[in-house]
């Protein structure tokens, strides 16, 4: 009899992972909370506006790259254009830094700013061809079986060793971060691709994560939505089954094995095993105190929170803002001042969509997408102690960010013709994440990595949570683990 897979959330993790399960002739339910796929990688609709939640860019598609592998198993197209300059890096003394996807224009670029670090930019280049290399092999990191452990060593090449001496050395220490310009555009990078800086960034991880210009970065016609609309429509076809506004709130055992899944609205998906694209504190909430020791323990003395977003959705008015900035790149991000910590509006990325992509704003309008990394906890105790003060924080945060992108694009509050934010509270509503945390665990060694296993033996879990982590690319990498290792369990 066909086994059957639940899978609970229609994140990128999910349904890549659900797709990948449905090709190998497995029976596929996928259960959302939300009215529409994606998660952090979704596109929402608000006052005609198609606003693009968290992601803005996707890398990953150019050939042997995560989503081109799920597209050739699939046989699906997505539906991708490549955006060259990738985005523009304003530094605190006025310069600009221009991202190239194209290789010989990043070389000239960063020799032009950076000339003192290019013996680190050729170990970087070095170790992220190492990375994403043997990514487009099978690699269970970390391993979780002894059919993993054979899985790992055939994925090794005579050039994987080249990245050994590296293995527990941060990028602060392979990179001369004594220049503080230098530093701040480093550490900006790290912060956005690895969620840390570079004293704390896994050199392997980091190089390959700064390496996202060049491996090629996308427009997604429609928005970033449309990588899970793709999915679930591709799944739909085949056979599975996606279902929007099905909560779960419940994971059934039977003698220690997923047996259930439950939500809010009283649906019951009867299961050979499950999949949670979930963080493990949004797994924990579904197991109804049944949590394995690993996962508890792990939960009590080993994670710390990740890091939150504070986002600011703007409408920009088209022609004024060519007309001002004629040429500009439609990303940008801002650091404002490098002796402070970034994030909490000092660190500040802006998105503008592919302004020729019909229907994403009123007419003669186009959305931005900014964002900056925040500290989850201070957001909820305001909100939970002091309405007033937490929407004031909220404007102080909004104002900031304005002002520190009008440093790079000057005058840029004038085409503003629309302004909402977002704060963890909006991620936990539209995300289910617990407390908004997004982004997945800061990559500071490849040794504390998190594989899918939750202690529950047919209880899977994927997204970026687990290695390796954020992004529209990885968390894709992480679903065609998953969809393997289930595929091996239920053989
Ligand atoms: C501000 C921001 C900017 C980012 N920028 C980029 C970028 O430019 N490029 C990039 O590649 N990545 C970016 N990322 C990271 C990327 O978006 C995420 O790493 C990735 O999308 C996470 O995918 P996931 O599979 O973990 O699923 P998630 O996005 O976490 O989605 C999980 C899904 O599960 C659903 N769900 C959760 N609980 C339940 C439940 N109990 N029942 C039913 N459904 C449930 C949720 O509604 C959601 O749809 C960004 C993230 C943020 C927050």
């Given at each position: ?138 690699f269970p990191w ?179 803002f060519f007309s ?28 503008m969509a592919d ?137």
């Amino acid at each position: 009899m066909t086994k059957h897979v639940a899978v609970i959330g229609a994140g990128i993790g999910g349904l890549t992972a659900a797709a990948l399960l449905l090709k190998q002739g497995f029976q596929v339910t996928v259960l959302e909370a939300h009215v529409y796929p994606g998660g952090c990688a979704g596109t929402f609709y608000h006052k005609k506006y198609r606003f693009d939640a968290g992601a803005t860019l996707a890398g990953g598609f150019s050939a042997g790259g995560p989503h081109h592998q799920v597209a050739q198993i699939l046989d699906l197209e997505w539906p991708t254009h490549p955006v060259d300059p990738a985005w523009v890096v304003h530094l605190p003394d006025g310069r600009a830094v221009t991202q190239w996807a194209d290789a010989d224009q990043w070389r000239a670029e960063r020799q032009e700013h950076f000339p003192f670090a290019e013996k680190f930019w050729q170990t970087q280049e070095m170790l992220a061809d190492v990375s994403w290399d043997i990514s487009t092999r099978p690699f269970p990191w970390p391993p979780e079986s002894v059919g993993d452990l054979f899985r790992l060593a055939g994925s090794v090449r005579p050039a994987t060793l080249k990245s050994l001496p590296y293995l527990t050395r941060t990028i602060g220490s392979i990179a001369p971060t004594d220049d503080p310009m230098f530093k701040a555009f480093l550490d900006s990078q790290l912060l956005i691709s690895a969620q840390t800086t570079s004293e704390r960034a896994s050199a392997l991880y980091g190089s390959a994560a700064v390496d996202l210009p060049r491996r090629g970065v996308n427009h997604i016609s429609g928005g970033i939505g449309a990588l899970g609309d793709t999915l679930v429509e591709w799944i739909r076809q085949n056979g599975g089954e996606v279902h929007y506004r099905q909560e779960v709130d419940q994971i059934e055992l039977k003698n220690g094995s997923v047996s259930a899944i439950h939500t809010k609205k009283g649906m019951q998906i009867n299961c050979d095993a499950a999949i949670g694209n979930l963080t493990p504190w949004g797994m924990k909430n579904l197991l109804n105190g049944q949590t394995p020791k690993k996962l508890t323990n792990e939960l009590e003395h080993k994670l710390d929170p990740t890091w939150g977003a504070f986002m600011v959705y703007l409408g920009i008015d088209k022609q004024k803002f060519f007309s001002k900035f004629p040429g500009t790149a439609t990303h940008h991000q801002v650091i404002v001042d490098e002796t402070k910590p970034l994030g909490e509006t000092n660190s500040v990325f802006f998105s503008m969509a592919d302004p020729d992509d019909p229907g994403r704003a009123p007419d003669g309008e186009v959305p931005v997408t900014m964002s900056t990394h925040t500290e989850i906890s201070q957001w909820w105790q305001l909100r939970e102690r002091d309405k007033e003060a937490y929407e004031a924080r909220k404007n102080r945060y909004a104002e900031n960010m304005l002002d520190a992108l009008s440093k790079a694009l000057p005058g840029v509050k004038e085409c503003i013709t629309f302004c909402t934010a977002g704060t963890p509270v909006s991620f936990q509503r539209f995300t289910r994440r617990p407390q908004g945390m997004v982004g997945g665990f800061a990559q500071e060694s490849i040794f504390k990595a998190r594989g899918p296993k939750t202690g529950i033996e047919n209880l899977l879990m994927v997204g970026d949570s687990i290695f390796p982590g954020q992004s529209t690319a990885g968390v894709t990498l992480g679903g065609i683990r998953v969809a393997r290792q289930m595929a091996n369990l239920l053989d």
